[in-house]
């Protein structure tokens, strides 16, 4: 059995190790059926590590280790401890061979000749490309034949190829690259798929029974990997194939530059176990989508420790199975034996857990289960005595229980939960236990749901200001300043502080102290901005709603404008900042007051009838931009005028998160979302002002 390893100059995000996960499963499967499987993981220090890439700063973290002076070894290394590392905390059996790229070019070069030499392969200018055309089997594994046909892939042609479908084997060095080969062809790197055609055979033969990827895996990787070697050795030469599917963080493809990447040291600093994501992996089919969220990973996190209690009853061994332990038996084997179902597996787990079975026999099934679910079910939990003060309240407020003096008895039960503690009352007693790490924080919340909706209620106030706060507290503070100077009785200020890492959040929470129009939602993480806006808009309660940027400031009476403006029923949302177009490709920024098509999200507002038409936000919406475009079309396809008006009292400052952003980064997230909105809006001409 083959896997895709790691490209070692980055950690490994919980996307990656979902995929070694679904390995290590098929692995334990079938050594739990008997068979012995021999495990090939490589490990790709090579490769796409291009050194234009590098220059044009694409990959920071290797430019920066590179910059103090390491050597593309010495991060390979570090990198590859690191992998090691994950894998050992998700109880990932280690592969037989863990084959490196950089250790294994003879081979590559050798399959390269043979392929040129039986005129499978062409040189060009240093370069060897595979010719396509030679493999008329080129297309049968993925169904897909050229390469462009992916999503948000858009590839330049090569000149040097005969047909742009040719793929690369080898490349000649670019001037500067560190990792360089001599070759027949000059001095060079091995393409990316070669390397894994090459390991796999010098480990397992030109035969594998299993290779194992992510989907992404299929074209162009998988789909190279059996022409080249088939090509080279005949077919076939992989029987079966398993590609995971992906994993998405909160709906959205994980991405660097949308601050969704999850590494597993994210995961424990937030006193999650390592195999609470390994429990949570196993809840959802590899071929289907796992949607990662920090709830689902509490709730599998919850649902570990209480299975591991189950395991833990009954010391004795078991000496025979009753009939119904024999068939939980038969369940959790056949759900792994149909495509690894590790649901139903799981289920068939519980299945035992809550059975009226003899804790031994529990114990037996469960720990036999834990061979293939590698979830340290035998793993005591941990029973921390409680600190001598926490067991004096715990004492004094049962003593208030037995007395029915219950005001004081919850009073005395705030101070321990303050201080840190899980209080259970049950049939048995008060049980006390620190809180564990994992659980959010009392009050925080992990998306936009978590706080209830007041929209469809009537109006308690004149305006919600709605503020979004991001590790930027200085420019929050200078928003805030002014909008409160000028912020009417009959207000609420409403900010989401989205998952700061600085000190923005207990910045905010001191405000709010001081402040009682002021209030404060913590998000356990980034919810996104679409996210975060309708924590605001659920929680409105002001009959206008002000959708306000920190960049910008208040300098004037706002509110009764606000309102005079919006006290004409024709009119959906007012703002200080709108657009036109002509053809929702390319919108202008205009000058004077009047009807325009969109309103900017840096300071609008709209009543909160016309808000609650709409709500809620795409969340998929993570990143702000266009977000106020797929708003202001959303109120105008509701029959609205968009009114901008210019003598609103404000000034706009530098926009924080765009400055924030990286430049690729914000091309790449501001594409993303212009997709969404086109695609939603973009035959919509009939809502332009122009056009009517
Ligand atoms: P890489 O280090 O990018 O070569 O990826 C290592 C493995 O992780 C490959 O098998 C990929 O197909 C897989 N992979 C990449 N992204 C994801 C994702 N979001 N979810 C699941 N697997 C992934
Ligand atoms: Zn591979």
């Not at 360089?180 to 000059?186: E, L, Q, T, Y």
């Not at 502080?497 to 207990?506: A, F, K, L, R, V």
């Not at 919509?684 to 056009?691: F, P």
Request: proline share 6%; hydrophobic share 40%.
């Amino acid at each position: 059995m083959y896997s895709c390893g790691p490209t070692v100059y980055r950690y490994a995000h919980i996307g990656n190790l979902r995929t070694y996960l679904m390995a290590d499963w098929l692995r334990r499967t079938l050594e739990g059926i008997g068979y012995s499987v021999l495990h090939v993981k490589n490990i790709t220090d090579v490769g796409h590590m291009r050194q234009e890439q590098l220059e044009r700063g694409e990959d920071k973290v290797i430019a920066a280790a590179l910059a103090e002076g390491k050597t593309p070894q010495q991060i390979a290394e570090f990198y590859t401890e690191a992998f090691l590392r994950d894998e050992a905390r998700l109880n990932i059996l280690p592969a037989h061979h863990f084959p490196k790229a950089t250790e294994h070019v003879p081979d590559m070069l050798d399959l390269v000749k043979k392929l040129v030499d039986a005129g499978y392969a062409y040189e060009r200018h240093g370069n060897v490309y595979f010719d396509v055309s030679r493999f008329p089997d080129y297309g049968r594994l993925s169904g897909q034949a050229a390469p462009g046909l992916e999503e948000g892939v858009r590839v330049e042609p090569d000149p040097l190829k005969r047909d742009q479908r040719d793929f690369t084997l080898w490349k000649a060095a670019e001037p500067g690259r560190l990792l360089r080969w001599p070759s027949p062809w000059g001095e060079g790197f091995p393409g990316w798929h070669i390397e894994c055609s090459a390991m796999a055979i010098r480990y397992l033969g030109p035969r594998l029974d299993i290779h194992t990827g992510g989907v992404d895996n299929i074209f162009p990787h998988h789909e190279d990997e059996i022409a080249q070697s088939e090509a080279a050795y005949g077919g076939p030469f992989v029987r079966c194939w398993v590609h995971g599917q992906h994993l998405l963080v909160d709906g959205v493809k994980m991405a660097k530059s949308t601050g969704n990447v999850y590494t597993l040291d994210d995961l424990t600093r937030r006193g999650f176990e390592p195999l609470a994501f390994r429990y949570l992996c196993a809840t959802v089919h590899y071929r289907t989508r796992m949607n990662f969220t920090w709830d689902s990973l509490r709730a599998a996190q919850k649902a570990l420790v209480r299975l591991r209690l189950h395991a833990q009853q009954g010391d004795e061994a078991a000496d025979s199975l009753p009939e119904e332990a024999v068939q939980w038996r038969e369940r959790f084997w056949n759900a792994l034996c149909d495509d690894l179902c590790l649901p139903r597996a799981l289920a068939a787990a519980w299945g035992v857990a809550r059975s009226a079975l003899p804790a031994p026999v529990k114990r037996a099934l469960l720990l036999e289960f834990d061979r293939v679910l590698g979830l340290d079910l035998a793993r005591p939990p941990e029973v921390p005595a409680l600190p001598g003060e926490i067991e004096e309240l715990r004492e004094r407020r049962h003593v208030l229980r037995t007395q029915k003096r219950w005001p004081e008895a919850d009073a005395l039960r705030e101070r321990i939960v303050e201080a840190g503690y899980e209080v259970r009352d049950t049939q048995r007693g008060t049980v006390v236990l620190p809180r564990p790490p994992w659980l959010a924080a009392p009050g925080t919340i992990s998306r936009s749901s978590d706080v209830p909706s007041l929209l469809s209620e009537a109006p308690a106030l004149e305006f919600t200001v709605s503020l979004l706060a991001r590790d930027n507290a200085p420019e929050v503070g200078r928003c805030l300043q002014a909008l409160l100077r000028w912020l009417p009785a009959s207000a609420e200020v409403l900010v989401v502080d989205n998952g700061s890492s600085d000190d923005t959040g207990p910045w905010l929470d001191a405000e709010a102290e001081r402040e009682p129009r002021l209030r404060v939602f913590h998000a356990d993480h980034f919810l996104g901005t679409a996210a975060a806006r309708n924590v605001t808009i659920r929680q409105a309660q002001g009959r206008i709603f002000v959708w306000l940027d920190t960049s910008v400031e208040v300098t004037g009476d706002v509110f009764s404008r606000l309102a005079e403006v919006l006290a004409r029923p024709e009119v959906g949302m007012v703002g200080r900042w709108g657009l036109r177009t002509a053809d929702l490709h390319s919108f202008d920024e205009v000058e004077e007051s009047g009807e325009v098509d969109a309103l900017e999200g840096y300071l609008l507002a709209l009543r909160r009838e016309v808000l609650a038409q709409i709500a809620p936000l795409d969340e998929k919406f993570r990143f702000y931009r266009h977000l106020d475009l797929d708003l202001s079309l959303s109120v105008r396809d509701r029959g609205y005028l968009l009114l901008c008006d210019a003598a609103l009292p404000v000034a706009r400052h530098a926009h924080g998160e765009w400055e924030r952003t990286a430049p690729e980064e914000r091309d790449r997230l501001s594409k993303r979302n212009f997709y969404r909105f086109l695609s939603k809006w973009g035959g919509r001409h009939d809502l332009l002002v122009g056009t009517r």
